[in-house]
């Protein structure tokens, strides 16, 4: 079936480098995508999305970049910071409505002093 | 201050018992969910609302029910016939707006079993 999935499980990285989350999705269909941060024992915050009808946003220190031809996405986070560690999940949703979202399982982000 | 509450932060279930969870926005958004997320994974959806009185099953729906009466309230029922109810219940809502649907989540509830 359909699904959402991401390359790496786990992410180091030390403090002030830039970061990068990758994400891969399997629907052709799916024009609309979030990322979300989820700190332990929190719900998900909403970080960025983007629209298919484009292929980069910004938003303050993240950049979110979409690939449709091989279906990728990532989310780079510049100047990492302690406060960034934390799940990073993708979500995508075929139709534009948020009612049929897909997540991925998500990426742990740690930040090295 | 606008956004979405859950409570209890913590719940005891006990073996054939029933709990509710609650979930309150004052966003006024139209759409409410239910998902379900196990240690490790992502998030499943359990129930979803578009509009009161109306609410449709996700792809984990049994074992659990929900009613929405009202706009800003989407309670969960985990009954006895969900045997694995050890999760984090996490709530969210959306609205339609410049033809995006955000969905913007609760702190979440975590279920135990005793």
């Known amino acids: 079936g359909e699904s959402v999935g991401l390359h790496l499980p786990t992410l180091s990285v030390q403090e002030g480098d830039n970061s990068i989350i990758n994400c891969a999705y399997s629907?052709?269909?799916?024009?609309?995508f979030i990322w979300y941060k989820q700190e332990s024992g929190k719900g998900p915050q909403f970080i960025i999305d983007?629209?298919?009808?484009?292929d980069k946003r910004q938003g303050q220190r993240v950049t979110v970049l979409l690939n449709k031809t091989v279906k990728h996405l990532s989310l780079q986070i510049a100047a990492t910071q302690p406060g960034d560690s934390a799940v990073y999940f993708c979500a995508e949703t075929p139709s534009g409505s948020a009612r049929q979202l897909t997540f991925g399982s998500g990426t742990q982000l740690t930040v090295l002093p | 201050d606008g956004g979405i509450t859950q409570s209890p932060k913590y719940l005891f279930r006990k073996e054939g018992q029933n709990v509710t969870l609650s979930c309150e926005q004052n966003?006024?958004?139209?759409?409410m969910y239910w998902y379900r997320q196990d240690p490790g994974q992502g998030l499943r959806l359990i129930y979803y609302s578009q509009i009161v009185n109306d609410f449709q099953k996700g792809d984990i729906a049994e074992g659990y029910s929900v009613s929405r009466e009202k706009k800003e309230s989407f309670p969960l029922t985990v009954t006895s016939a969900q045997k694995n109810p050890t999760a984090f219940y996490l709530c969210?809502?959306?609205?339609?707006?410049?033809?995006?649907?955000?969905?913007?989540f609760g702190p979440g509830t975590r279920l135990l079993v005793l």
């Open positions: 629907n052709s269909a799916s024009d609309y």
């Open positions: 966003l006024n958004h139209d759409a």
């Open positions: 983007i629209r298919s009808n484009m």
């Open positions: 969210a809502s959306s609205h339609l707006a410049g033809g995006k649907e955000t969905q913007y």
